[in-house]
T-cell receptor, first 115, second 112 residues
Framework: GAGVSQSPSNKVTEKGKDVELRCDPISGHTALYWYRQRLGQGLEFLIYFQGNSAPDKSGLPSDRFSAERTGESVSTLTIQRTQQEDSAVYLC?????????????FGDGTRLSIL | GQNIDQPTEMTATEGAIVQINCTYQTSGFNGLFWYQQHAGEAPTFLSYNVLDGLEEKGRFSSFLSRSKGYSYLLLKELQMKDSASYLCAVINRGSTLGRLYFGRGTQLTVWP
């Protein structure tokens, strides 16, 4: 497809389990972002990848959160030992420096529920 | 740090005009975005302002005043499908290229 693809769309898991969320950006987009959106809140920046540069991890809330990206392709966000406070929608976005205004194109997100 | 404020909720009737305000306090401002987000869907890009003034795009317009740290999104000829959350986001010169700081969003409800 032409847009940003995220999977799974929904994930329900027990507290303490690890989860892995996947993002497939738009082909050719060098920049990839992960955000978290709690109910009724704005988007909270988590991590940013730009090409082969070192990622900006400054938004990760704790060491239980990590993310990987190989080159300019798929990224995975991993949350270890999940807590109920991790319940949120996790959104991925990608952008291209070549596109005017470089808007971020968002996926539909993964709705994570921790029981 | 960044501080971005916008009203939590607004309501309007079909065919009317509504203005959604956004104020920001940030260091090294380098542009402001507006996004639309329908419930359960991805945010979609509406507009980008970096210079003072009004940018018009069909029924939607966005205004920026850098000296006042203020922007608004103007929606004309409202339609039911405009019911959504509208997100204001800013970019700083000093931050990661492309990193956006988002407000909490304004939930707009359009009544028939």
């Amino acid at each position: 497809g032409a847009g940003v693809s995220q999977s799974p769309s929904n994930k329900v898991t027990e507290k303490g389990k690890d989860v892995e969320l996947r993002c497939d950006p738009i082909s050719g987009h060098t920049a990839l972002y992960w955000y978290r959106q709690r109910l009724g809140q704005g988007l909270e920046f988590l991590i940013y990848f730009q090409g082969n540069s070192a990622p900006d991890k400054s938004g990760l809330p704790s060491d239980r959160f990590s993310a990987e990206r190989t080159g300019e392709s798929v990224s995975t966000l991993t949350i270890q030992r999940t807590q109920q406070e991790d319940s949120a929608v996790y959104l991925c976005a990608s952008s291209s420096l070549l596109e005017e205004n470089q808007p971020q194109h968002f996926g539909d997100g993964t709705r994570l529920s921790i029981l | 740090g960044q501080n971005i404020d916008q009203p939590t909720e607004m309501t309007a009737t079909e065919g009317a005009i509504v203005q959604i305000n956004c104020t920001y306090q940030t260091s090294g401002f380098n542009g402001l975005f507006w996004y639309q987000q329908h419930a359960g869907e991805a945010p979609t890009f509406l507009s980008y302002n970096v210079l003072d003034g009004l940018e018009e795009k069909g029924r939607f317009s966005s205004f920026l005043s850098r000296s006042k740290g203020y922007s608004y999104l103007l929606l004309k000829e409202l339609q039911m499908k405009d019911s959504a959350s509208y997100l204001c986001a800013v970019i700083n010169r000093g931050s990661t290229l492309g990193r956006l700081y988002f407000g909490r969003g304004t939930q707009l409800t359009v009544w028939p």
